[in-house]
Every structure is written in structure tokens, then in C-alpha cells.
């Protein structure tokens, strides 16, 4: 199989298990935010994973919708915390129904996650609802991490903004590839391996986003250029510019928001060349993954479905 088959099969396997009971208008919004799309990063992952492992393919399906029910189930009260209106190009959840099923629907999302690992009677069962238990607090101290950091009060250093976005980000790309490593009876010495890879994968992944937000253009990104920007969010890509330029970065910040004002804090931050830096950033966790990639190789597993999905997502541009 290949990337787009993987991305096949788990969508027929979604399909084929909406959520459903009573009332309705609880789990309507939980069908809707699963149907809104996206690259299907981790559930693929957990699907490679297993395939690796030469393992039983509805084990991995299990633990690939289980982490795409979690990974949704984030994004509903992501989008209640940040006030957006969209995801995806299509109204968010809080937008459709209103805040209070949001958040219910967002909540039974979570509790439905584990619903589906109780009913999972692959091998490792214990250890994946471990993971999965700790990979839970993770996601929620790395959202609460990025909300302390918009607070003006709070500047993170950029070691502070890069576990933020391990923990916000890749803890769950990693749990996804390791268990559904496991989920195919693979080794539990050798998941550590997955595991890691996918840790520097996903902080690529991230930084790659951010770099996308300001340096590409919205006809190829598909979304607003500088929305991060409008947001005042603390990226890396604004921590160094402080870091260079602290005075004219802050009078850039304090300026009413405007396309002008996302000009001119992108001409400043080509003049620092921090596109330049932020890809030599982006490279070092590429690079980082790769030469994990190669001990896996050597331990004997194939690697050709993970440097594919590399490639992937090194090149793309939304």
C-alpha cells in the first residue's frame, strides 16, 4: 500500500462509523467535524505503523480512528478557545450549533475515544490505553502552555515554545505511529524508535505550518496570509524577531491590524533572513528524523511508507 491508500481505507473505515444516539443534535456536530476533511496525518501514521509490523489491519484501524476521533475532538475546543470561526474553509462547530454543544460534543468526542480502546482486542491493549492516557495530558498542558503564552504577561523562551508545540503537536503524531506499531504485536523496545521519529516529524510538521501561515501565498496556501500575525501569537518566527530586532518588532506588533501591517512585519522579517532560518530549523528536525529512520532500517523494517510521508509533507505548501 501507499500513502493514498492508507488515506483511502481509513476514510471508508470512518465512513462506515459515524456517530449516532439520542438526542441528535449531540452527535450531528461530532459527524460533522470528522467530515470536514484534512490530510488524515495520524490516522495513516497508525496505519503505518501496523503495516510495518505486519500486523492485523482492523487492529490498526482501531487505533487509527481512535486518534482521529482524539486529534477532532481537540479541535472543537481549540476553535471554541481561539474564537474561530472557521475550520477548514466551513463554519466551526461553536459557529453551527452553538458554544454549549460544542463543548458537549467535543467532551463526548473524547469519552468516545475511549470507548472505541475499550472494544480494542488487538495486541498490547494496556500499553496503547496508556499511551493514549498520557498522550491526553500532554495535548491539554501543550494547549494551556499556548494560551498562557498569548497572555502579554507571558514570553516564552524559544525552548518553552518548542515543547509547547511538542506537546500541543507531536506528542500525538508519535503516539499514533507507536501504536499502531504495537497494535501490529511489534516490538516494545523497537516502538521507541517509531515513537521518536515521529516526535521530530511532528515538530517539522508545526514549524512548517507557521512558516506556511507567513511565507506563502494565500492562492497557494489556501488561507490568509499573516493570520498569525492578526492573531499576535507568539510563534517562533516572533521570538527571534524580538530576539534580533525587540524594538521595531514591538512597534510592528502594536500597530492596528491590517494587510499593511502583516507587510510590514514580513519585509522586516525577510530582512532578518528568519525565512532562511526558520527553514534551517525546519531542515535540523528533518534531519533528525531521517537519521532515526536509518536505525529503524537497520533493525530490519522497512522505511519506504515513512520517508514517503516525509516527502510529503517536507514539500508541501497548505
Not at 530586532?245 to 514591538?250: L, S
Not at 501591517?261 to 531542515?283: G, H, R, T, V
Amino acid at each position: 500500500m501507499n500513502i493514498p491508500s492508507f488515506h483511502k481505507t481509513y476514510l471508508d473505515y470512518l465512513n462506515q462509523h459515524p456517530f449516532s444516539g439520542n438526542p441528535s443534535t449531540l452527535y450531528a456536530p461530532m459527524n460533522y467535524i470528522l467530515s470536514l476533511g484534512g490530510k488524515r496525518i495520524r490516522p495513516i501514521l497508525a496505519l503505518i505503523g501496523n503495516e510495518i509490523a505486519s500486523g492485523n489491519i482492523n487492529h490498526g484501524l482501531e487505533i487509527a480512528h481512535a486518534v482521529e476521533v482524539f486529534h477532532n475532538f481537540s479541535l472543537i475546543h481549540d476553535d471554541i478557545m481561539d474564537n474561530a470561526d472557521v475550520r477548514r474553509g466551513n463554519p466551526t462547530v461553536h459557529v453551527k450549533w452553538d458554544m454549549a454543544t460544542a463543548i458537549l460534543s467535543g467532551d463526548n468526542m473524547l469519552v468516545k475515544v475511549f470507548h472505541i480502546l475499550s472494544k480494542y482486542n488487538g495486541p498490547e491493549k494496556d500499553r496503547i490505553l496508556s499511551n493514549f492516557i498520557q498522550v491526553s495530558t500532554e495535548v491539554c498542558e501543550g494547549q494551556q502552555s499556548d494560551m498562557d503564552f498569548s497572555s502579554n504577561a507571558v514570553l516564552p523562551t524559544e525552548l518553552a515554545y518548542l515543547e509547547m508545540i511538542r506537546k500541543k503537536t507531536a506528542v500525538l503524531l508519535g503516539c499514533s505511529l507507536q501504536c499502531g506499531f504495537l497494535s501490529g504485536n511489534g516490538s516494545i523496545e523497537d516502538s521507541q524508535l517509531f515513537y521518536d521519529y515521529a516526535i521530530n516529524l511532528g515538530l517539522s510538521f508545526q514549524l512548517k505550518d507557521d512558516f506556511i501561515d507567513s511565507f506563502v501565498d494565500a492562492e497557494i496556501s489556501g488561507k490568509k496570509q499573516g493570520g498569525d500575525i492578526l492573531e499576535g501569537k507568539k510563534t517562533w518566527l516572533y521570538l527571534k524577531s524580538l530576539e534580533i530586532n525587540d524594538e521595531e518588532t514591538k512597534r510592528l506588533f502594536q500597530l492596528p491590524n491590517s494587510d499593511e501591517k502583516i507587510k510590514a512585519i514580513l519585509l522586516l522579517w525577510k530582512s532578518l533572513k528568519l525565512d532562511q532560518l526558520m527553514e534551517e530549523k525546519i531542515a535540523l528536525y528533518d534531519q533528525k528524523a531521517n537519521e532515526i529512520l536509518h536505525k529503524i532500517n537497520e533493525k530490519g523494517y522497512s522505511t519506504l511508507l515513512l520517508s514517503e510521508l516525509s516527502s510529503v509533507l517536507t514539500e508541501r505548501k497548505n
